[in-house]
């Protein structure tokens, strides 16, 4: 009976344990479900997807805001540089400008052909050079020699001869080198030279440089040393140099007595010389230098320039305040009209 007992007890021990194990199963089993959570978490890539393929398609646009800015500058420097279509661009020396004939004469022709005309004075060479670069429909310059190259070279189509006066040969009035009254240029740069007295030089290739230089080589001088000053300046702004320092200087009839009205203080010591001749040109820019050159403009103003009624103002020029002309009328139809031609 005891055995029985026994046995039944380690029975009822042994169904006890596997009632225990039993719980144990049902949550091993719970921990299978969660794949339906971690199917969830796959489904991000729809996101993901979006993103990629908006950003893709935005970058691509971009070019268009960048093609607008290549555009404009480019198509900028296709511009004439004369301006508009009515606009003349004339270079010219600074002596037409010192002198005050281009503000008496150039409103006469801008009213008459309702065209503005826009100016640059500068040297004659670096008018010249402009008009050899396309920078200008036409030139009025006073350098024989230079404008003489310029024609040969083709960067000009027609010259004509418009005007003249004369150089001077100025200084102060107590004239320390003791030149006035000499009968040649030449004498009075070489009396200069061996005084050294201050000289004040345009140095800057225009036409009344390029006449001073003419002057020292038939002196067989070759100016250099503190007294010889190289301003690289317009005429204007030299005589205001030699003023201030009390030199010499060369310079053209029409702007001395211009800028004597202003309280300059120096005289005239030599004239007449026939080396200082000193002759106007009108050149109309070669038109193959490009489109917009206006060669038609270009030839209204020097059949204007040189026209008699024209030529008759430029006599006129000077006469009421200096009591003399500052230019003297040289042009072909003039010459025609007073029987003067080839005299």
């Known amino acids: 009976m005891k055995k029985h007992s026994l046995t039944l007890i380690v029975l009822l021990l042994l169904v006890a344990s596997l009632a225990a194990c039993a719980p144990a199963a049902a949550p091993t089993a719970a921990p299978t479900q969660p794949p339906a959570p971690t199917a969830a978490p796959t489904q991000p890539p729809a996101p993901t997807a979006a993103p990629t393929e908006a950003p893709t398609v ?22 004439p540089a004369a301006g508009g279509p009515n606009e003349l661009m004339l270079a010219t020396t600074t002596s037409t400008q010192d002198s005050g004939l281009l503000d008496y004469l150039l409103p006469m022709f801008e009213e008459q052909f309702g065209v503005k005309v826009n100016v640059v004075a500068v040297g004659s060479g670096q008018a010249m050079k402009l008009g050899e670069e396309g920078n200008a429909d036409v030139l009025l310059v006073h350098s024989p020699a230079a404008e003489k190259t310029f024609m040969d070279a083709k960067h000009g189509v027609r010259r004509e001869d418009v005007m003249y006066n004369d150089f001077i040969i100025i200084g102060p009035e107590k004239d320390p080198a003791g030149i006035k009254g000499m009968k040649t240029a030449k004498e009075a740069f070489a009396k200069l030279a061996e005084t050294k007295s201050t000289f004040i030089s345009r140095g800057d290739d225009s036409g009344t440089h390029n006449k001073e230089k003419a002057i020292w080589k038939a002196a067989a001088i070759e100016p250099k040393g503190d007294w010889y000053v190289s301003a690289g300046q317009g005429m204007g702004a030299v005589l205001n140099m030699a003023n201030e320092q009390q030199a010499y200087t060369l310079s053209d009839r029409a702007t001395y007595l211009a800028r004597s009205k202003e309280g300059l203080d120096l005289v005239i010591l030599v004239e007449g010389d026939k080396a200082l001749f000193n002759p106007y040109g009108v050149i109309a820019v070669n038109p193959d230098k490009g489109a917009h050159i206006k060669n038609d403009l270009a030839n209204k103003f020097i059949d204007w320039i040189t026209s008699v009624p024209v030529q008759e103002k430029i006599q006129q020029f000077g006469v009421k305040d200096f009591g003399q002309t500052l230019f003297t009328p040289s042009s072909k139809p003039w010459q025609d009209a007073k029987g003067t031609s080839g005299g």
């Open 58 to 79: 935005a970058p691509t646009q971009p070019p268009a805001p960048t093609a607008a800015p290549t555009v404009a500058p480019t198509a900028a420097p296709t511009k």
